[in-house]
């Protein structure tokens, strides 16, 4: 078994690791190598992946999670191409227990035995599976279509309003699963998938505090707590908290720098289509006030060894403002203090550092501004 990443885990005493690890033994038909499973998941922006080779069918992953987290297992069965490779793939939940997974010839197929918390998540995929299946046969369709039959505006019409309408189907079954699971993560899980993004934290809260302590304890738990306190500080009417992130030179740039002036902090990234598609609408809103007493500050949540693509970014798109990034993704210290789960999104911060708005894009930020600034002078 080669691993890529080593936990800390790894250095305990073998007393203390029979508590505090997880085993993941696996079978699956009488598989030989060059037959090999992989074990993937992601820790903040860190990614860790195992692998193990199969012999009669048998395979054994070890190691420790500080708390569960969603994981996929992926079977290669021998030189196949990548494609079919891919395919044979198990989502599953890796918590620090003795967990099984047994198939006569696929993990895709597999039954998960030893986790209740993979039990509860079964539960969840079997209630979600009609909604999903209507969604999949909804791609399917979308997928045999020629370039310009997707092209049409009567069938982009026709197909948003059913996909939407389908998405829309899973919303009360996960709400249902939520609020008779409040002891699992798995409910937790559901819940995190009706409350969006631009959380209503007066909303989402008393939802969250139904949750059993030992859930809101966990990764996502904490995570969500991290989303009602970055909503609370991004209200409209709340004062901005202040920060500190690096330009592309290394000098560290405050918010507060910019105390006295209408500040937009824009949270977007190079990677980000959206973002790029609406920064042409920012320039013309930087180029018409920069001199009344308007700028904005971008955020970026590039991610490590992307400053390049950040810089030619900046300039392909001529973003001639202040650009402060720590290239941690989403891990970025100023987006996880906001609580920002998507981008683009923007906060409007008043002279006196008070937030005036939020999220006002295309012809909603040109208006703000007009009403907030004054119309220039032809």
């Not at 690890?21 to 074990?39: D, F, N």
């Amino acid at each position: 078994m080669r691993k890529f990443i080593i936990a800390a885990a790894c250095l305990l005493p073998v007393a203390s690791m029979a508590q505090t690890t997880y085993t993941i033994t696996g079978k699956v038909g009488k598989l030989q190598a060059p037959a090999k499973a992989y074990l993937t998941y992601r820790i903040g922006s860190t990614q860790h992946t195992d692998s193990a080779d199969l012999k009669n069918g048998m395979f054994k992953f070890e190691g420790r999670v500080e708390s569960p987290v969603q994981a996929s297992l992926r079977l290669r069965h021998g030189n196949e191409e990548a494609r079919k490779q891919a395919a044979d793939m198990l989502s599953l939940y890796v918590e620090n227990k003795k967990i099984r997974i047994e198939s006569a010839d696929s993990v895709k197929k597999a039954k998960i035995t030893g986790s209740p918390l993979n039990d509860d998540y079964v539960r969840l995929q079997a209630l979600l599976k009609p909604a999903k299946d209507q969604l999949n046969a909804l791609m399917a369709e979308y997928n045999a279509k020629t370039a310009e039959e997707k092209k049409a505006p009567e069938f982009q019409k026709s197909f948003g309003e059913r996909y939407a309408a389908a998405n829309k189907a899973l919303e009360p079954l996960n709400k249902k699963f939520a609020e008779e699971n409040r002891n699992s993560l798995i409910g937790l899980t559901a819940y995190r998938s009706v409350m969006g993004y631009d959380i209503d934290p007066a909303a989402v809260e008393p939802e969250y505090l139904k949750f059993s302590e030992s859930v809101r304890a966990t990764g996502l738990g904490k995570d969500i707590a991290m989303m009602i306190d970055g909503a609370r500080k991004r209200m409209v009417g709340s004062m901005a908290t202040d920060f500190t992130q690096n330009d592309p030179n290394g000098k560290p740039v405050k918010l507060s720098d910019f105390k006295g002036k209408y500040v937009l902090v824009d949270f977007w990234a190079s990677w980000c289509g959206p973002c790029r598609a609406e920064n042409p609408n920012v320039v013309a809103a930087f180029n018409k006030y920069k001199d009344r007493n308007f700028t904005v500050l971008g955020v970026s949540l590039d991610f490590p060894g992307q400053k390049d693509a950040w810089l030619a970014a900046v300039e392909k798109d001529g973003l001639n403002w202040t650009q402060v990034s720590d290239l941690k993704g989403w891990q970025n210290e100023v987006s996880k203090m906001y609580g920002i789960q998507a981008i683009p999104q923007n906060l409007l911060v008043d002279p006196s550092g008070k937030i005036v708005a939020k999220n006002i894009r295309g012809e909603e930020l040109q208006t703000r501004l007009a009403e907030l600034l004054g119309k220039t002078s032809k």
